[in-house]
C-alpha cells in the first residue's frame, strides 16, 4: 500500500525506468517539464517498478475528480509512456480529435456491431506494444459496482492488468503489482479493488468500497 506520509512540494521525484519493452513517447523535455510539474505539486511516484510488458491494462481507481486526468497526463509525460485511453468517436471530429490522438485517444464506435471490448481487443491484437488506460468506475459519480470492460479486455486479448492509484491523501503515483486474470471475474475483480480505499480519492465519499 502507498506509505501514509504527507505530500510536501520540491525535493527529487524518483521517476521509474521504463523497460524497452513498454511503449514510449515523448524527449528528454517533455520528461523534464512533467517531472518539475511532479515536484512542484509534491507528488511522486511509489510502489513496484514499472513492468516489463509489451501490452496491458493499467486500471487507474479511485476516479472521482478531473484531477486524475491532470495527474495522469503529468505521470505519463515524466514516464514517457505512450497510453492508449478510450474515447466516444464523436470526440475525435476536427478540431477536438487532433488533441484526442496526441493524447493517445483511440476513437470507439458505441453503435458498431461490435462492441467496445471487442473493438479494444482488435486494437490490442493488431498492435506490437500498447498500454490501455481506463478507469474500472467509468464515471467520477458514486457506484457501487466497477464496469467489467477493463476485465474482458484483458482476459480475451490475453494480457494482464497493470492496476495503479493517484493517492491525493498522500500525493502517490502508487504502482500495485500487475495482475494476471485467472478467468474468475467476480473473484478477480474483488481481490483487484480491495487494493483501493476511500482516502486515496480526491473526493473519498464518491469512492464505494
Wanted: aromatic letters at 10%; glycine letters at 8%; proline letters at 9%.
Amino acid at each position: 500500500m502507498p506509505p501514509q506520509t504527507p505530500a510536501r512540494r520540491g525535493g527529487a521525484v524518483r521517476v521509474p525506468v521504463l523497460p524497452r519493452s513498454v511503449p514510449s513517447r515523448g524527449n528528454a523535455i517533455t520528461r523534464i517539464l512533467a517531472t518539475t510539474a511532479l515536484r512542484l505539486t509534491g507528488w511522486r511516484f511509489s510502489g513496484e517498478p514499472f513492468p516489463d510488458v509489451r501490452k496491458c491494462v493499467l486500471i487507474i481507481a479511485p476516479h472521482t475528480s478531473n484531477w486524475d486526468f491532470v495527474v495522469g497526463v503529468a505521470a505519463k509525460y515524466a514516464l514517457g509512456l505512450r497510453g492508449t485511453f478510450l474515447g466516444k468517436d464523436a470526440l475525435f471530429r476536427f478540431p477536438l480529435g487532433i488533441v484526442m490522438r496526441w493524447l493517445g485517444g483511440f476513437p470507439v464506435d458505441r453503435t458498431a456491431k461490435s462492441d467496445v471490448v471487442t473493438q479494444t481487443v482488435d486494437l490490442v491484437a493488431k498492435t506490437e506494444r500498447i498500454v490501455v488506460a481506463l478507469a474500472p468506475e467509468g464515471t467520477r459519480k458514486l457506484t457501487p459496482r466497477w464496469r467489467s470492460g477493463f476485465y474482458w479486455i484483458a482476459q480475451k486479448a490475453g494480457i494482464p492488468i497493470l492496476p495503479v492509484t493517484f493517492d491525493f491523501g498522500t500525493k502517490s503515483i502508487h504502482i500495485f503489482p500487475l495482475f494476471h486474470p485467472t478467468g474468475d471475474q467476480d473473484g478477480d475483480i474483488a481481490r483487484i479493488r480491495a487494493l483501493y480505499r476511500p482516502e486515496m480519492a480526491k473526493y473519498p465519499e464518491k469512492f464505494a468500497v
